[in-house]
């Protein structure tokens, strides 16, 4: 049994790492002076500046899938290549162009808001009850109850009227749902499988607690038009063990204080609007 779908999955990372680019943050490579790193750090001096192993191993970490990083040995000459090319545009001054002043500085913001994000979660201290206590939170929260439902969506409230009518006189749904629905699932008979009601839109969530199994609804119109819904059937579901989701809640623990972190700085800051160009 997994958690609810509403449940965040991924980390806060993504503030700043939707921002760089797998080889964007590797074309500024720190500028140092050959003597800066000694022998065992090194991978490559390149005109007299360094590319240190650790630059390596996160390029390769980049340029690979998973959890397979890419050969060093090709990460290496890849950085070479960027490091020949950066020297390049900068002995032709483009490193003074605008558009380029302007990108350097934007990684540079992705880059030091990275560290602080990844710096937060190396020092972050979880217990064991702030676990538990999101856990309560999540499961109090938790629909218990599933539903197996089939429609028939059409167009305008005319044609459900007119559905329902045919209905009532002995017409079979899944016919009718191949022949008049709209929706996608009108191939399956209008089958929507098992769901909880929080994952459709308000008024088919409404008009399935309203409905008994086997009964057929008045016509419920949302954004997609108008349904006409048949409850085939509803059941329980238990609430997952603490132990089956302790992971998922230790990644929702820490995404909501990297959260609170960001509103608070937002909360100190002066921060002035102006329109975007």
């Known amino acids: ?26 074309q500024e490579t720190a500028r140092k002076s050959a003597s800066s790193l000694n022998d065992s750090e090194l991978a490559a001096i390149v005109n007299g500046e360094q590319i240190s192993n650790l630059q390596v191993q996160r ?65 972050m201290q979880i217990e064991e009850a702030d676990l538990r206590a999101e856990y309560r939170s999540q499961t109090t929260a938790m629909e218990d109850t599933e539903y197996q ?10 044609q459900a ?27 399956q008979g209008g089958a929507l499988g098992w769901f909880r009601a929080g994952q459709m839109v308000p008024p088919f969530s409404q008009a399935l607690h309203r409905l008994q199994v086997g009964e057929v609804s008045e016509p419920v119109q949302t954004k997609f038009g108008w349904h006409v819904i048949q409850l085939q059937n509803k059941r329980k579901v238990p609430v997952p063990e603490f132990a089956a989701v302790e992971a998922r809640l230790q990644t929702i623990v820490r995404n909501k204080r990297l959260r609170e972190l960001v509103d608070g700085l937002r909360a100190k800051a002066e921060i002035e609007l102006r329109s975007a160009h």
């Open 1 to 26: 049994m997994t958690m609810p779908q509403r449940w965040p999955t991924r980390t806060l990372t993504f503030v700043a790492l939707g921002l760089v680019t797998a080889c964007g943050g590797q």
């Open 59 to 123: 390029h390769a970490a980049q340029r690979g899938s998973g959890d397979a990083p890419a050969d060093p040995a090709v990460a290496t000459q890849e950085l070479i290549n960027l490091l020949l090319l950066s020297q390049e545009a900068t002995r032709r001054g483009l490193h003074t162009q605008p558009a380029t002043v302007e990108e350097l500085a934007r990684q540079r913001i992705a880059v030091l808001a990275n560290a602080l994000l990844e710096n937060q979660m190396e020092t």
């Open 149 to 158: 439902a089939r429609h028939i969506l059409l167009s305008d409230k005319q």
């Open 161 to 187: 009227d007119e559905v329902i009518d045919q209905l009532r006189f002995g017409a079979d749904f899944d016919e009718l749902a191949r022949t008049k629905s709209t929706g996608p699932s009108a191939k």
